[in-house]
């Protein structure tokens, strides 16, 4: 049995079991799976490149661990969107399950974050949100206020 972490979208993190890639593309719902390793190479990050439309928001949980386990700051850190799943691999590259010690690495590491990088992270977070927003309303048009005519000039 493969135990992994499973980073919702809503932000709860779960412990659940993983057999092959195919059971990571269900969990981040198969569209464009990618991974980031830790830096130092024992822990995989599977995540989706092309966020669904409801999943555009930051899973800030995981970014946080992405953050706190490789060389990223809170000011170059990709900001990973949707599902995110963390496992780890064997010696031939194959899914494999993160053992008691893994995870208790996981939980120091991740307590291992400063206040520092929080205040960069929420306010890159703040900034993306802010970008999508603007992006996602359309270009306004000018409209005319109510009962306004419009002349137009004859040629004489």
């Known amino acids: 049995?493969?135990?992994?972490?499973?980073?919702?979208?809503?932000?709860?993190?779960?412990?659940?079991?993983?057999?092959t890639r195919a059971d990571i593309d269900r969990l981040v719902h198969d569209r464009g799976l990618q991974s980031l390793s830790s830096a130092d190479h024992q822990f995989d990050f599977w995540f989706s490149s092309s966020a669904g439309r409801c999943q555009r928001r930051v899973n800030r949980h995981a970014t946080e661990l992405l953050m706190a386990t490789t060389n990223f700051t809170a000011k170059n850190v990709p900001l990973l969107r949707g599902a995110v799943v963390v496992a780890t691999h064997d010696a031939d590259g194959d899914l494999d399950g993160l053992s008691w010690?893994?995870?208790?690495?996981?939980?120091?590491?991740?307590?291992?974050?400063?206040?520092?990088?929080?205040?960069h992270l929420t306010r890159r977070i703040v900034r993306d949100q802010r970008r999508r927003r603007r992006a996602a309303v359309p270009a306004a048009v000018p409209s005319q206020p109510a009962g306004a005519s419009v002349r137009i000039a004859a040629a004489h």
Do not use: H, K, P, V
């Open 1 to 19: 049995m493969n135990t992994i972490l499973y980073f919702s979208t809503q932000g709860s993190i779960y412990e659940t079991r993983a057999y």
């Open 101 to 119: 010690q893994q995870l208790d690495a996981l939980s120091q590491r991740f307590r291992s974050l400063t206040d520092r990088d929080e205040r």
